[in-house]
């Protein structure tokens, strides 16, 4: 065997490669911190690459979908939250379909699945989730949306987690942007507020919190409205009699025709004047909450205040959000399936 001596340039530039070599190795090796919406201190990997979302997937899911990260998903939709309602889901990422299902019918995180899957962390708005989830020694990651505004608190957390902070921060713009629009044009005309009622008629409730603010931000004066801490609010036929809605909203396309068609609600003004529309499903319920939210209020901004915003389409400003933030150019039938609210 012939042996060669390395000189001192070759010397040089084998540890030049070296160094470098294991300064790469320990980048994508590190580690980093990250607090997260209990104020908890969660060590993450450098790139996170492998997201699992346990609890409420759908609305887990679109914060992901908004960064255009839908590659990054590990898990599919749970059985209970798998049917043609979220077809916009399967839509943005086709590949949901053939990924595991990572919690039970509960909501509770199945840890031999976690462990199987190896995602670099866990999104969860369940704290009980978080301790389930150290079974499995995979970090938990905590969101929490009460307000409003947490949907961009939210953006920025899971930007700096991918490190995207230039796409969350551009959807903070853009939800701050679209609001403050229609907020000036409802100004400009101090338009009247109508009395506008979100519900489940089957269940007569008014279903989510969250509805009391997105009415008001759409000119709308919510009956329903009050000091309230419960999600849900029950109501009586009777009391609906007596709030006499203007405008009704509902949360399932196939109660409109119901509405219409029953006697004992044919006093109800939203009734008489025909002012009754199902609220639209995304990757989400638009009624919810959910990364949509501006899509909401525009929408319910021009149910309500038709003649105000009738030069401002709602089906342009939705393909642009699919296109920029979801990466998902949508076609006019699938617009108008959306906003019509059938599932």
Not at 42 to 64: M, Q
Not at 83 to 96: K, T
Not at 142 to 166: A, C, H
Request: charged share 25%; aromatic share 8%.
């Amino acid at each position: 065997m012939i042996q060669r001596k390395i000189g001192r340039p070759g010397t040089i530039a084998l540890f030049t490669c070296i160094v470098t070599l294991m300064s790469s190795m320990t980048h994508a090796l590190a580690d980093r911190t990250i607090t997260d919406m209990a104020g908890r201190s969660v060590t993450i990997a450098d790139r996170v690459t492998r997201v699992a979302t346990i609890g409420p997937v759908p609305v887990l899911n679109s914060f992901v979908f908004a960064l255009g990260e839908a590659r990054s998903l590990v898990n599919g939709l749970p059985p209970n939250l798998s049917g043609p309602r979220w077809r916009m889901q399967y839509l943005v990422d086709p590949e949901i379909s053939r990924r595991p299902i990572l919690q039970g019918g509960g909501g509770a995180p199945l840890v031999e699945g976690l462990i199987e899957t190896k995602p670099d962390i866990v999104l969860t708005m369940d704290r009980k989730t978080i301790d389930l989830v150290a079974r499995a020694h995979t970090p938990a990651v905590f969101l929490s949306w009460r307000q409003p505004d947490d949907v961009k608190t939210v953006m920025r957390l899971l930007g700096r987690i991918y490190d995207k902070t230039e796409a969350a921060e551009a959807y903070c713009s853009y939800f701050d942007t679209t609001l403050g629009n229609i907020s000036a044009r409802l100004a400009q005309r101090s338009a009247q507020r109508p009395r506008v009622l979100y519900a489940n008629l089957k269940r007569m409730t008014q279903p989510h919190l969250i509805a009391e603010w997105w009415i008001t931000q759409a000119g709308g004066r919510s009956v329903t409205e009050g000091d309230r801490l419960t999600e849900a609010l029950t109501f009586s036929r009777e009391q609906l009699l007596a709030w006499d809605p203007e405008v009704m909203i509902l949360s399932n396309a196939s109660e409109v025709a119901e509405a219409y068609a029953d006697p004992r609600l044919s006093t109800v003004s939203a009734i008489r004047n025909r002012r009754v529309a199902a609220i639209p499903t995304g990757v989400h319920l638009w009624g919810n909450r959910t990364v949509e939210e501006p899509l909401t209020v525009l929408w319910a901004a021009q149910l309500i205040h038709p003649d105000l915003f009738r030069d401002w389409d709602i089906r342009d400003e939705v393909a642009a959000f699919y296109a920029n933030f979801f990466e998902k150019p949508l076609t006019k039938p699938e617009i108008e399936k959306m906003l019509s609210g059938r599932s």
